[in-house]
């Protein structure tokens, strides 16, 4: 019937776009359409936030999977398995940009990045360089995969290991899940916070006389839509915002409301009224609140960690849903803040003309 299907739509992962077919123009000598130093001077402040994500997700992997299963994995064991990881030589970063000069190594040859640079621990990256190498195809994980590779070597690791991370790095940030790093995460900041607003302004009953007026389902198929666009579904969260978890609940909650609301709707006729009040009840089994683990144990379908500790209340009173709705409002402005905190992680850059 309609109830669960729409559930198990819901709770099915959206159709995810496909990046498209980004090659590595490895070997050449010459580009064509070089990307310019400017854009690489913006991969470069962005390089913090797709490598935070990035890492996020692979630290993600590293402590659910690898480590409890005693696989091998020697670039995750060096990135994650002491106490001044990954993460914490990613938060004190600075990056020295050159616009005329290359970087040079230890042994004072030209290279496109190093770890030595005028201001003390400071990473070079010469957009110079790299300007002229890299096209709009690549630039991007391109330049935040070598600031990785000089994080690797600021870590400790040789030069092997550094190319493998950087290797690595490239891969995840081109993978489809970290595609959606590229995604303008300030927009879905944005979208939460109109639609947090939509759900304060939802009635008890599920269709309005006035059209214009907002509906549960409008509301519910645009958090999912965002949801399906920005990822907020996987567990390895390339925005990695813990709060981004919250969201998936709260929609589910405001998706099971609104079959309550239909549920009272004076313009449905009697017999829709009753199945969809039946199918709401079901899965509070006579509780007046309830997770929603164990609300959805009735209805067959992919369960959250996040669920156990998310609560859902019985509507029995236009006053309960007011409450129900004002929480979901909260978790979604909560939602959007953590984003936007998380966008302004920018690394310190100096600029060396
Ligand atoms: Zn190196």
């Known amino acids: 019937m309609k109830f669960l299907s729409l559930i198990f739509l819901f709770l099915s992962h959206g159709a995810q776009a496909e990046i498209g077919g980004i090659t590595g123009g490895g070997g050449g000598t010459t580009n064509p359409s070089p990307v310019g130093q400017p854009l690489v001077r913006r991969a470069v402040a962005d390089s913090r936030m797709l490598l935070q ?19 091998v994995d020697e670039d995750l064991k060096f990135l994650f398995d002491r106490p001044d990881d990954a993460f914490y030589y990613l938060e004190r970063i600075k990056i020295e940009v050159r616009s005329n000069d290359n970087c040079y190594d ?22 110079k360089s790299l300007g002229a190498k890299l096209s709009e195809l690549n630039f991007e994980f391109e330049t935040a995969a070598l ?3 000089e994080i690797v070597h600021q870590m400790g690791g040789d030069e092997d290991l550094a190319k493998r991370i ?13 595609s959606r790093l590229y995604a303008d995460y ?62 998936d609940g709260q929609v589910l909650k405001l998706h099971i409301d609104a079959y309550f609301a239909k549920s009272v709707d004076p313009r449905s006729d009697a017999q829709e009224r009753a199945f969809y009040q039946e199918n709401y009840l079901k ?20 369960l959250r960690s996040e669920y156990n500790t998310t609560f859902l209340t019985r509507i029995t009173s236009r006053e309960v849903l007011r409450e129900e709705l004002a929480e979901i409002r909260q978790a979604l402005l909560a939602t959007a803040q953590a984003v936007e905190e998380f966008l302004k992680v920018q690394p310190t850059v100096f600029d060396k003309e």
């Open 53 to 71: 994500a990035h890492l996020q997700a692979r630290a993600w992997h590293w402590e659910t999977v690898i480590k409890p299963n005693g696989h």
């Open 166 to 178: 950087q290797m690595r790095t490239i891969y995840g940030l081109k993978s489809k899940v970290a």
């Open 106 to 127: 230890a042994k004072k040859n030209p290279v496109d990045g190093s770890i030595y640079a005028d201001q003390p621990g400071a990473i070079c990256i010469s957009s």
């Open 186 to 247: 300030s927009l879905f900041a944005k979208y939460l916070r109109e639609n947090a607003e939509a759900v304060k302004d939802l009635e008890w009953d599920a269709m309005q006389p006035d059209p214009r007026a907002l509906q549960y389902e409008r509301v519910v198929n645009r958090l999912q839509g965002f949801r399906d666009k920005y990822a907020v579904d996987l567990d390895s969260h390339p925005l990695a915002v813990e709060a981004a978890k919250v969201f």
């Open 283 to 302: 899965g509070f089994r006579e509780k007046d609140e309830i997770s929603l683990t164990e609300y959805m144990l009735n209805y067959d379908g992919f």
């Open 147 to 149: 600031v990785m590779h």
